[in-house]
């Protein structure tokens, strides 16, 4: 367990250290996959607009992706770049041997529709796991990648020790991006798990039912001391910008009063979403590389 006590009583889940052991763990990976194919991993980001929050988190992944030795492109798109443009250059990436992973950084100007933009990736390089066919085999419970928001959560629970077969697990927000797979990935983890939104009666008194406790719901602060059961793991995912401070969902001074155990916002789900995706990208190489071998030698060893 990444053991600090915070000034609040509660012991702090440090993202950022958690981060850092994966990317160590995955370089000699990297470096293996660069050895048999010659190259490096390779990663797409594309991002359409000048939204200042996106272009933080593009820095980042590029910045992981340098650290890692993993080889990167950014495509920096016009805020009005057309649909079929992008589209166009999203083919031309799937179709492209020296990437293996294609992410495009949400969210897009209005006029390109998400849905229809995320379904044109190859899901084979879908290592954002947002696509139809990635979430279904989700749902369903087979082999795929995984969205990695709710993949670094998971995997924050997993390095501090959280036990979570037989918990209760508490969501408050619903998105396709963390809510509804996080669901998923807890259920597959044997938690007993409900999903808060908007529309919840008694929002705070569900909240306090939590042994896990996940905030998703994009509104600063909005969860108290009076959220929380005594004992609580508090995962804040949100990350929003206040009078030019960054503060979470969780209001953390009155939620670590009860918690025993809290994310930082900055600091805590951040990192190991942006490692879920060095994750997932090498991981994407390793399977091409794999099939690769299959092709090349399809029955080995036989008559």
């Given at each position: 367990m990444i053991n600090v006590r915070c000034n609040v009583?509660?012991?702090?889940?440090?993202g950022k250290k958690m981060a850092q052991d994966i990317r160590k763990e995955?370089?000699?990976?990297?470096q293996s996959l660069a050895d048999e194919r010659g190259r490096r991993p390779g990663l797409a980001v594309l991002m359409a607009g000048d939204d200042p929050a996106s272009k933080i988190y593009v820095r980042n992944k590029i910045k992981a992706c340098e650290d890692l030795n993993i080889y990167s492109e950014l495509h920096a798109l016009p805020h009005d770049v057309p649909?079929?443009?992008m589209l166009i250059l999203i083919r031309e990436l799937n179709a492209r041997d020296n990437i293996d992973g294609?992410?495009?950084?949400l969210p897009l100007p209005p006029h390109l529709p998400a849905a229809e933009v995320?379904?044109?990736?190859n899901p084979d390089k879908d290592v954002d796991g947002l696509h139809p066919l990635t979430m279904g085999k989700l749902l369903l419970g087979q082999e795929t990648f995984l969205p990695c928001t709710p993949m670094g959560i998971l995997e924050i629970l997993r390095r501090s020790d959280t036990r979570i077969s037989g918990?209760?697990?508490?969501?408050?927000g619903r998105s396709s991006i963390v809510g509804k797979p996080l669901a998923l990935l807890l259920l597959k983890e044997d938690a007993t798990v409900t999903i808060c939104h908007s529309k919840t009666e008694n929002i705070s008194g569900v909240a306090r039912r939590a042994d896990i406790l996940v905030v998703a719901a994009g509104r600063p602060e909005m969860v108290t001391e009076d959220f929380v059961k005594e004992g609580a793991v508090v995962i804040d995912v949100g990350i929003n910008r206040v009078g030019g401070t960054i503060?979470?969902?969780?209001?953390?001074r009155e939620a670590g009063k009860k918690a025993s155990a809290i994310t930082p916002v900055p600091?805590?789900?951040g990192p190991l979403t942006i490692a879920m995706l060095m994750r997932n990208t090498v991981r994407s190489a390793e399977m091409r590389l794999a099939r690769q071998a299959v092709i090349m030698h399809p029955n080995p060893g036989g008559g």
């Open positions: 009583g509660a012991i702090l889940l440090d995955l370089k000699s990976r990297v649909q079929a443009d294609i992410m495009v950084q995320t379904e044109t990736i918990k209760e697990a508490v969501i408050i503060v979470g969902d969780v209001n953390f600091g805590g789900v």
